[in-house]
């Protein structure tokens, strides 16, 4: 069982919450258990409450990427 406050994920989640869109403003989020269930209820990450989800921009994960291989992606 992990001990993180947000188990679930990770889901790439788009910038304006809902399933189609560009890459610019997407992001990566880690939910807690009841942002799991209000997924489960609606599938729409709109539903998600403030603090029950921890983002990570995708730009920094492409950074990271580019930084750790040396590429310019």
């Known amino acids: 069982m992990s ?3 947000y188990p679930n994920g ?3 989640v788009l910038s304006d919450a809902s399933t ?4 610019d ?8 258990d009841k ?5 489960e209820a609606c599938s729409d990450f709109k ?7 921890e983002d990570i921009p ?7 990427y580019n ?3 040396g590429t310019h992606f």
């Open 3 to 5: 001990s993180s406050k």
């Open 58 to 64: 995708l730009e920094d994960l492409m950074a990271a």
């Open 67 to 69: 930084q750790v291989h």
């Open 25 to 32: 403003g997407c992001f990566i989020a880690f939910v807690s």
């Open 10 to 12: 990770p889901y790439m």
């Open 35 to 39: 942002a799991q269930q209000e997924l």
């Open 20 to 23: 189609f869109d560009g890459v």
């Open 47 to 53: 539903a998600v409450e403030d603090g029950e989800a």
